[in-house]
């Protein structure tokens, strides 16, 4: 089926083209990184994670777009998730993807990431992080190709691929639950150490990699001759509006813990992310604007009558994808290191290689979603099942 990569729109050749050579300058500033080292990035001795991980721990929650459908969809037999569930299984393998490759290139060496899985070190989270990524990675590849596979025959999918997919299902969970551990296991980080570290990095995932997945649903609706189905769409929306609401919640349990038992170690960090400390305040800006937009994501979100608006939803995904985007992308990573452990304030912003390598994976990814949805297409137009009855 990857001879459909080979064929598409002057529209689909643009997009791969423009891709590629994001992707291109991306690769050359990397081994420009790789040559002179990590010091062309703004981390530093009291920020040594930075953007790339940043990324790593936002675009993990994008994984999430798959189990959120392959539950409902397998488990509890709701149909009408056929037609979107593999969009959400590749959309998994690309988010993973990016994650493993931010995590290779702020390794430093890549030989640092060989030495992961040839001396493996069970006790360390790092290990296990590694070792379910590459897990769940290799269980979407096999599983929505098979699965299309099998559609474009006209069969049911082989006997193997269902105990896979319910294998799926914990591992998806596992992935950010491990992810989690990698803060929460830092006693020294007080702003990290909480037991609702991993609830938090499962409601934005499931709230996060949805929102993503109805942008895209769309994007592929109106620009090919395939329809994901409007009812499915809105069924992902309900699930959009419900995680968001967890996940803003769970925040404000961080916030009253923090500062109504006066834990200083907490209360410094929200208090740099929001006010800043001592005139240091380049991320309040942005942390208000995640505010803003979490607030106007909820009220676009839960009135029914607005979601099944299709233009206000994917507006109201948008707000969702940014606003998280900035929680994790910035805020909870860069957050955990400010002030360090002498009171002392290091602030940290991405130099301009940093942000190119970032841009670079970035487009790498949407190149694997782009080249993936256009096989899915391919197929679907192949099958005559380009419109959907709802």
């Known amino acids: 089926m990857l001879d459909k990569a080979l064929t598409g729109s002057k529209k689909y050749w643009t997009l791969v083209i423009i891709l590629l050579g994001i992707s291109g300058v991306g690769v050359f500033t990397y081994l420009h990184q790789l040559k002179t080292g990590l010091g062309i990035t703004g981390m530093s001795r009291d920020v040594s994670w930075g953007f790339y991980i940043s990324q790593f721990t936002f675009l993990v ?14 488990l509890h037999h709701y149909k009408k998730f ?17 994650c493993m490759l931010f995590i290779f290139v702020d390794m430093g060496q890549p030989m640092r990431i060989a030495n992961v899985f040839l001396y493996p070190t069970p006790n360390s989270i790092l290990f296990w992080d590694a070792t379910v990524l590459s897990g769940y990675l290799v269980l979407n590849i096999v599983i929505g190709w098979a699965t299309l596979h099998a559609e474009k025959k006209g069969t049911s999918p082989a006997s193997w691929v269902k105990p896979l997919i319910y294998l799926s299902i914990p591992w998806a969970i596992s992935i950010h639950t491990v ?16 037991a609702i570290m991993a609830a938090r990095f499962l409601a934005s995932a499931f709230s996060g990699g949805p929102a993503l997945l109805i942008i ?10 395939f329809d994901p189905g409007k009812e499915p ?25 923090a500062f109504y038992s006066n834990i200083p170690g907490h209360m410094h960090s929200f208090e740099y992310l929001f006010v800043g400390i001592e005139g240091h305040s380049k991320l309040v800006p942005l942390m208000w604007t995640s505010v803003i937009l979490a607030a106007v994501s909820l009220f676009l979100l839960i009135p029914p009558g607005f979601r099944k608006n299709e233009s206000i939803l994917v507006f109201a995904c948008i707000t969702v994808f940014i606003s998280l985007w900035i929680d994790k992308g910035f805020g909870l990573v860069i957050g955990g290191f400010i002030p360090n452990h002498f009171g002392t304030v290091t602030e940290y912003w991405p130099t301009i290689p940093e942000t190119l390598i970032t841009l670079g ?13 256009q096989v899915t297409v391919s197929v679907r137009e192949e099958l005559g099942t380009a419109k959907s009855e709802y």
């Not at 992810?179 to 909480?194: I, M, Q």
């Not at 895209?216 to 001759?225: E, G, H, N, P, W």
């Not at 994976?361 to 949805?373: A, D, E, K, P, Q």
Request: no cysteine; aromatic share 16%; charged share 10%.
């Open 216 to 225: 895209l649903a769309l994007i592929v609706r109106k620009y090919t001759k």
């Open 82 to 98: 056929s037609k979107i569930v593999i969009l959400g299984e590749f959309l998994a393998v690309a988010s993973v993807t990016m």
């Open 61 to 74: 929650g994008g994984a999430a777009s798959a189990v959120m459908l392959v539950i409902p969809y397998y």
């Open 179 to 194: 992810t989690a551990f990698l803060y929460a296991g830092l006693p020294g980080r007080h702003f990290w150490l909480t």
């Open 361 to 373: 994976i970035w487009s790498i990814g949407f190149l694997v979603l782009t080249i993936l949805y």
């Open 233 to 257: 769409i809105q069924a992902v929306g309900k699930i959009v509006a419900y995680a968001m609401s967890v996940n803003v919640f769970f925040i404000l349990l961080e916030v009253f813990t």
